[in-house]
């Protein structure tokens, strides 16, 4: 009786990664192994993993081996076990964030077997036997490094830019460029992020091209404030691990968000307050320099 239920399980499985792979374009499908424990587990890899016709993946919780389907022209086995990661579950390739683990369930707070940290940049380890194979390895490293570096530069002057309109209190223009920064947050690839970044990326990237577009959907400036508010605080957690090229000055008006106070970045330490403009340019003062 279990020989049979084992054999239908199995087709069941099968019958579930072909049709997966029906609806996936592109499709190509890898086997890896992924640390968790019961049901619960299975249900978050899963729904981690998965992106509606581009990444389909299905875990078994005896085996910890998870089938990934996918469309290697959007994504990557490497994407989809970023984001399995941020869920709380370790890889042989990817930890999770200890914060993350320690959130888990009880019962979902498996062993961890998997030791190896995942490097936050691509390095390169050099010798005499390898000298030439490396050097050119190096060199596409450092283009790829380059090119998320300017990505994440876009993004960020933009927003230096919406902020210096919100201080002239223009509206139209607080909108137009709106439009431009949500246009480079759609630019950035977030398979080509060192890891850190990557992590902080996948938590704020929603609230980022919300705030944008909302900004960017009307020219009421008392609105386009209110929405820089939390565009802001996640453009801080983005910028204070992808960094900039000059030291960015974190600022603070108490008197902003109704006297709840309210924060923005700048790249001047001088205040230039983007929530009150000339009514009150220079309430508030820099908290914090991000180097």
């Known amino acids: 009786m279990n020989s049979i239920k084992k054999i239908l399980m199995a087709i069941i499985l099968l019958l579930s990664v072909t049709i997966a792979s029906a609806q996936i374009k592109n499709s190509k499908t890898e086997t890896v192994k992924i640390y968790g424990n019961c049901d619960m587990c299975k249900s978050k890899i899963e729904i981690a993993g998965n992106l509606k016709k581009v990444a389909k993946v299905e875990w078994n919780k005896d085996t910890k081996m998870a089938t990934l389907n996918y469309d290697s022209t959007k994504t990557s086995q490497d994407e989809i076990l970023k984001r399995i990661a941020l869920a709380g579950y370790d890889s042989n390739k990817f930890l999770a964030p200890d914060a993350t683990y320690d959130e888990l369930h009880g019962c ?75 246009t480079a947050l759609n630019a950035v690839k977030m398979d080509e992020l060192a890891m850190d970044v990557h992590m902080i990326w996948m938590k704020e990237m929603k609230g980022l091209m919300a705030g944008a577009k909302n900004i960017s959907e009307t020219l009421d400036i008392k609105r386009q404030r209110e929405i820089f508010i939390p565009l802001s605080k996640s453009m801080y957690e983005l910028i204070k691990v992808a960094k900039y090229e000059t030291p960015v000055y974190l600022q603070f008006c108490p008197m902003a968000n109704d006297g709840k106070g309210a924060n923005w970045l700048s790249k001047e330490n001088a205040v230039r307050n983007p929530y009150y403009g000339s009514q009150m340019m220079t309430c508030g003062k820099t908290i914090e320099t991000i180097q």
């Open 108 to 182: 979902c707070q498996y062993d961890r077997e998997a030791k190896v940290a995942v490097s936050t940049e691509m390095k390169m380890e050099t010798t005499t036997t390898e000298n030439h194979a490396n050097h050119a390895n190096h060199s596409d490293a450092a283009v790829a490094k380059q090119q998320v570096d300017t990505k994440l530069k876009v993004v960020f002057d933009t927003y230096f830019l919406l902020k210096d309109a919100l201080v002239k209190t223009d509206g139209k223009a607080a909108a137009t460029i709106a439009k431009e920064v949500l």
